[in-house]
């Protein structure tokens, strides 16, 4: 394992965040856009987790070149689905969306009863069919269930598992779908060696980096708030447990998020 950080900086490589949430207010947002400028970043993925937060990802989005949106109800706000969804649906079909989600299921907390997140996740996954657009997949403690959906629903072409917190079992499980990979500081912590393991075992064309921030800052910055600039910590994270040239995560993290989410 190795971390060439210091023989790479003449080259400085460029990454994306594939998710991130960022503020509904677009002058906080524009500081925090910028700082990853400055960092290395060259665009990024604002995911939506209901219909406020998802009509300012797009309109920030349409704000910033530099900023793609995404339009869903994360499981924890399932629960919205009767009320909110005509809205998305319409929403989804906007220039600057470039995915649905994040959707699925989350069998930790249940802030949603399973019932509803799983009706939820089925019209997110036809949602993604029927627009063509990239799937965004939250899941927690329930992979078995999601996996089950997906099949009977039909995986799209396009499918994300957002912060991987699997092992390779469920890494191969996801591949063998056709999906990807995104990795978030969790790949930095002590305790994801599984985690870790995953990210070396995932094939090199289906593997992506995010911040997931405002959450899970990655080491050294755990326990502040994340932001978009420090999904280079993770790119770092993830070639060194690769033994892989930062350069060379950084180019097939960025081809993997242009198939995805900018490929039409």
């Not at 209901?50 to 990802?57: E, I």
């Not at 649906?89 to 906007?94: E, G, H, N, P, S």
């Not at 790119?235 to 960025?254: C, K, L």
């Amino acid at each position: 394992m190795t971390d060439d950080r210091d023989a790479s900086e003449a080259s400085t490589p460029t990454w994306v965040d594939s998710h991130c949430h960022l503020p509904v207010d677009v002058a906080d947002a524009d500081v925090i856009v910028d700082r990853a400028r400055g960092a290395g970043v060259e665009w990024m993925v604002c995911v939506g987790t209901d219909l406020p937060t998802s009509l300012a990802a797009v309109a920030l989005a349409h704000h910033r070149d530099d900023v793609f949106a995404t339009v869903g109800l994360h499981p924890h706000d399932a629960v919205h689905l009767a009320d909110q969804w005509p809205d998305l649906r319409a929403l989804a079909t906007d220039s600057r969306v470039v995915a649905i989600g994040e959707a699925g299921l989350d069998h930790h907390y249940e802030h949603s009863p399973a019932l509803d997140q799983a009706e939820a996740f089925r019209a997110h996954i036809g949602l993604a069919h029927e627009l063509d657009r990239a799937l965004v997949i939250h899941t927690r403690e329930a992979w078995e269930e999601t996996f089950t959906i997906l099949d009977a629903e039909g995986v799209p072409r396009r499918t994300i598992f957002h912060c991987f917190t699997g092992g390779p079992d469920e890494a191969g499980e996801c591949v063998a779908r056709g999906a990807y990979l995104s990795f978030s500081g969790i790949v930095t912590f002590k305790n994801a060696a599984d985690v870790r393991a995953a990210a070396v075992a995932a094939p090199p064309d289906r593997v992506l980096v995010e911040t997931d921030s405002p959450f899970l800052a990655p080491v050294p910055y755990r326990g502040q708030t994340n932001e978009p600039a420090w999904v280079v910590e993770v790119g770092f994270a993830v070639a060194a447990v690769r033994d892989q040239p930062v350069e060379h995560v950084a180019r097939i993290t960025t081809e993997a998020a242009d198939l995805l989410f900018r490929a039409k």
